[in-house]
């Protein structure tokens, strides 16, 4: 592709030398990548700046730049106000807008994203969809899974994969969007038709600052929906009206509202609602009539899951008969209070649970249905937000019947400090800390009693620990069994 054309949708660039006739074979980001050929962006971050990379670049075949500065390069650069604004839109061409050949479904919220992604993802599937799926987890693309490092990734590496998707016929893809990702225009560019919120509560404020700046950047989604009627291509946006910030989502777009709820009257509604130990049970009631729905999802926070999945779908024209039948056979997401089961004669339930509201949400249902004690192991990330630390140990102590804190992601911080963190504030005694992960679940596991429930919280699905930048392998599914084999041979 000629560059002209690539920056069709860039008003405002300055260059070094003329571009009419530069082709461009493929876009890079990552100095290591650049192949003859290929536009080089150089993006600034938090750890090293693209535009100390651009010599390396331009040994490699790059045959042009984009930059924030002029640089002292003997290829043609294209300045920028800001390269990875223009990334999103020189990426969208690149790949010849790849969205727009596909229904795409964005979900966005503090918690319930990947749950609600991977229940649409079995109902598209088994309405005989193709289906493409980014998020916290993996990417998929119909059962091809590949690796992922963020929640919602580049807009470069969005867009390859749109494209890929459009190749293999995928006619549906379903993405979680992070705050993170909408306020650094990572999604610019993708052209959604369904917008899913799920709730607000208390995460990020390390990057947000305040949880009104927060709930503005998750409130992008809905805006971005756009502000034109298309009977060709309708839109719409699918929101939580029990949650708080319902409104603000619903002012943001001018796209039709599909609402559920348990408790506010909404479109879409749980009623007759029954939770028990073996899942849930209520009255799916829609515009389109009711249903019954008996899924072995447990807890209140999974029939919103289920609630917010249902309303996409049927703003998708799926019939509700497909829609019960995809929540009545799902056995849930990995790591999303995922039970760990060797025979032991008490419950144990891994779950990401790292917010103050989730893991709320998960022990409130392990006392629903728990006959001893609910035993929570949890700790919180490093380099992250601070102020929430001492608020998850407060829904632990409150929620939980015995508290073990420890270790989670440290990153670049010490245990030790952010244990300080979470408990400084609360009585001596009334806890245990173990900063070692390993020993505090040996330690909770070495103090259950039959009918008891251990959480161990926090990482769900992760299988590393990130101690001073590195990764060592850790999987609190595979820990816990581990532990209790040695459990039982030391009996």
Same mark, same amino acid.
């Given at each position: ?18 571009? &009419? ?26 750890? !090293? ?5 651009? +010599? ?8 042009? @730049? ?27 061409? !690149? ?10 479904? /964005? ?81 610019? /560019? ?38 034109? !009627? ?20 619903? *002012? ?22 029954? @939770?028990?130990?073996?899942?849930? $049970?209520?009255? @799916? ?6 249903? $019954? ?5 447990? /807890? ?25 039948? #995809? ?17 032991? +004669? ?44 001492? @608020? ?40 245990? *800390? ?13 103090? #259950? ?7 161990? #919280? ?20 595979? $820990? ?7 459990? &039982?041979?030391?009996?």
């Amino acid at each position: 592709m000629k560059l002209p054309e690539l920056l069709r949708h860039i008003p405002n660039f300055q260059t070094n030398k003329s571009l &009419k006739d530069i082709e461009i074979t493929g876009v890079e980001m990552d100095s290591r990548n650049v192949k003859e050929g290929d536009l080089f962006i150089c993006l600034p971050g938090d750890h !090293f700046d693209g535009h100390d990379f651009a +010599s390396q670049a331009v040994k490699q075949g790059a045959a042009a @730049l984009i930059c924030e500065r002029p640089l002292d390069v003997s290829i043609p650069y294209i300045v920028v106000p800001d390269t990875n604004r223009a990334m999103g839109s020189i990426a969208n061409t !690149f790949y010849q807008y790849p969205t727009t050949s596909m229904q795409l479904i /964005g979900i966005t919220g503090t918690n319930g994203k990947t749950s609600v992604s991977y229940l649409l993802e079995e109902i598209f599937q088994m309405n005989r969809h193709q289906t493409g799926l980014i998020g916290t987890i993996q990417m998929k693309i119909n059962e091809s899974v590949y690796p992922v490092r963020n929640t919602t990734p580049d807009s470069l590496f969005l867009q390859k994969s749109f494209q890929e998707m459009k190749e293999r016929n995928v006619d549906t893809a379903i993405m979680e969007v992070s705050s993170h990702a909408l306020d650094k225009g990572r999604v610019h /560019g993708c052209d959604f038709d369904v917008a899913v919120f799920t709730n607000l509560s208390q995460d990020h404020l390390d990057y947000h600052g305040n949880m009104d700046e927060y709930l503005h950047a998750k409130s992008l989604l809905f805006a971005q929906l756009g502000n034109t !009627f298309n009977p060709e291509n309708p839109k719409f946006a699918i929101i939580n009206a029990d949650d708080p910030a319902a409104d603000v989502m619903i *002012r943001s777009t001018a796209q039709p509202v599909l609402s559920y709820g348990i408790q506010k009257e909404a479109a879409i509604m749980a009623d007759h609602l029954h @939770l028990h130990e073996k899942g849930t $049970t209520f009255t @799916l009631t829609t515009p389109e009539g009711g249903i $019954t729905i008996n899924s072995s999802l447990m /807890g209140k926070f999974n029939v919103y899951n289920m609630l917010a999945a249902a309303g996409a779908a049927i703003a998708s024209g799926v019939e509700l008969d497909v829609i019960k039948q #995809a929540l009545e056979s799902t056995k849930g997401v990995r790591g999303r209070f995922e039970p760990v089961e060797e025979g032991q +004669s008490f419950g144990i339930v891994i779950d990401y649970a790292h917010t103050p509201d989730s893991l709320h949400n998960v022990l409130q249902t392990m006392q629903e249905f728990c006959r001893g004690k609910v035993r929570v192991v949890v700790g919180c990330g490093g380099d992250r937000d601070r102020t929430k630390r001492p @608020l998850m140990a407060d829904v632990a102590m409150e929620f939980g019947d015995h508290a073990i804190f420890t270790s989670d992601n440290p990153r670049t911080e010490s245990p030790e400090q952010i244990l300080d963190d979470m408990v400084e504030h609360l009585e001596a005694g009334g806890y245990d *800390r173990i900063v070692d992960r390993k020993e505090a679940i040996r330690f909770a596991l070495e103090q #259950a009693q039959p009918g008891d429930m251990v959480l161990i #919280a926090g990482k769900g699905h992760e299988t590393y620990q990130e101690v001073n930048g590195k990764r060592y392998e850790f999987d609190d599914r595979e $820990t816990a069994r581990e532990l209790l084999k040695q459990l &039982k041979e030391s009996k």
